[in-house]
C-alpha cells in the first residue's frame, strides 16, 4: 500500500509508473527481488579508479569527469564514510574516485532495484531511473542525511537503468551496495525459452535424418 511507504528524501517529480521506497520491508513487500550483486568478487579491479566495469550482466560506468576513471570498489575495512555510518565498514562498496556519478545499466530489464546507499550529510545525492533514453523518475536524499540507508523502486515501465549522483565524495565517500532486483521480465525469458527449443529441435532432427 502507498501509505506503508516511508519516504526520508523529496521526489523531484510525481512519475505515475515509478515508486520509491525507502524503507526496506515496505519494497520487500511491494516487490519480490534476490541479490544481484554485492561488489565482493566482480572480477574487476579493487581499490583503484576504472572507468568502468561489467558484472553479473550489468555494466557500471563512470560518469563524473569522463574520460578520467571514476568507479571504484572500496574494500571491507575502509573508513572515511558518512558521520552516521558504523567504521570500519566490513563490506565491499561501490563508490566514485572524487564526487561520486556513475551509470548502472543491466543487460535484461528489471521492473524493481533496490540497494543500500551511503550518504555523506555533505551535499546533495540522487538516483535517476531510466527506460531506454527516457526518465522514468528520480529520486533526492535529503542533503543532510549522513548514514547508511536504502531506496528501492519499481515501475510498470521496465528500467534498463539508473544513475547515481552525490556530491564532496572526495571528503566522505558516498556509494551504493547489495543491488537486489526482481529477476528478467516473463517475454524475455520466454524468447530465450524459444531460442532454446528451437536450438535443440534443429540439432535432434539432425541427429536423426538418414543421409541419401
Not at 511491494?30 to 565482493?40: G, R, V
Not at 568502468?52 to 571491507?76: D, E, Q, R
Not at 563508490?95 to 551535499?123: I, K, M, P
Not at 556509494?175 to 525469458?189: F, M, V, Y
Request: aromatic content about 12%.
Amino acid at each position: 500500500m502507498i501509505s506503508a511507504i516511508i519516504f526520508t528524501g523529496a521526489l523531484s517529480q510525481a512519475w505515475a509508473n515509478v515508486v520509491f521506497y525507502t524503507d526496506k520491508t515496505s519494497f520487500a513487500a511491494a516487490a519480490y527481488t534476490s541479490l544481484l550483486e554485492d561488489f565482493e568478487n566482480t572480477g574487476a579491479s579493487v581499490e583503484v579508479p576504472l572507468p568502468g566495469f561489467s558484472h553479473n550482466g550489468v555494466t557500471y560506468t563512470g560518469l563524473a569527469g569522463t574520460p578520467f576513471p571514476n568507479v571504484y570498489i572500496v574494500t571491507p575495512g575502509a573508513t572515511g564514510y558518512g558521520a552516521g555510518v558504523s567504521q570500519p565498514v566490513p563490506t565491499s562498496v561501490l563508490v566514485g574516485n572524487g564526487d561520486e556519478s556513475f551509470r548502472v545499466a543491466f543487460d535484461v530489464s528489471r521492473n524493481a532495484v533496490g540497494f543500500d546507499v551511503y550518504l555523506n550529510g555533505l551535499g546533495a545525492a540522487q538516483v535517476r531511473v531510466y527506460g531506454g533514453s527516457d526518465l522514468l523518475g528520480s529520486y533526492d536524499f535529503n542533503p543532510a542525511e549522513n548514514d547508511l540507508t536504502y531506496l528501492g523502486f519499481t515501475s510498470t515501465t521496465p528500467i534498463d537503468a539508473f544513475e547515481f549522483t552525490s556530491t564532496d565524495g572526495r571528503i566522505l565517500n558516498t556509494g551504493i551496495d547489495n543491488i537486489a532486483t526482481d529477476i528478467p521480465e516473463p517475454g524475455s525469458l520466454a524468447l530465450l525459452g524459444m531460442g532454446l527449443a528451437g536450438f535443440l529441435g534443429l540439432r535432434r532432427r539432425a541427429g536423426t535424418d538418414t543421409p541419401a
